[in-house]
């Protein structure tokens, strides 16, 4: 079976009744959790995103408790997990600014969580590959929000 183009589900999708419509993002939802998760996100929390990002940093800041720091090959493990839980977060609320935020926060994190950096080159490649990610992003935004994501990016590479 050949999968549609988001252009062809586009046009489908607008000649569907609203009933219809419903149905099928219900039955969408139920398929798997990621698509609960965004329907969640689009449908509760989209408005207040400020709100939202809050209570991701809140999620990864309780995770980043539980990383186990005696053991680098254990932390990775839940550094990694961490990683995958903010970016999927990103990709929901599909902001550049929301996605500097959470990225910045994440790597300050990683640096509060006194694990070895520097030691560990999986450890220092993840963190640079993130902070990369963060200047092509922030290059994305308005000058006013780039100013005061700098400083923060400076306490990152500081």
């Given at each position: 079976?050949?999968?549609?183009?988001?252009?062809?589900?586009?046009?489908?999708?607008?000649?569907?009744?609203?009933?219809?419509?419903?149905?099928?993002?219900?039955?969408?939802?139920?398929?798997?959790?990621?698509?609960?998760?965004?329907?969640?996100?689009?449908?509760?929390?989209?408005?207040?995103?400020?709100?939202?990002t809050g209570s991701v940093k809140a999620e990864m800041d309780g995770l980043f408790a539980e990383v186990n720091t005696s053991n680098v090959y254990f932390a990775k493990k839940t550094i990694r997990k961490i990683l995958r839980i903010a970016n999927k977060h990103i990709r929901y609320m599909g902001s550049p600014q929301a996605e500097v935020e959470l990225l910045i926060h994440f790597c300050l994190q990683l640096k509060e969580t006194g694990l070895p950096l520097h030691k560990s080159a999986v450890l220092n490649n993840l963190f640079q590959n993130q902070v990369k990610k963060i200047h092509k992003t922030l290059d994305t935004l308005h000058e006013d929000l780039q100013y005061d994501y700098r400083k923060d990016i400076k306490r990152l590479e500081g």
């Open positions: 079976m050949k999968t549609a183009s988001i252009h062809e589900l586009k046009q489908e999708l607008t000649t569907i009744p609203p009933a219809r419509v419903q149905e099928l993002c219900l039955r969408l939802a139920k398929f798997k959790k990621e698509n609960k998760e965004l329907l969640t996100y689009l449908l509760f929390e989209a408005q207040d995103a400020q709100g939202y």
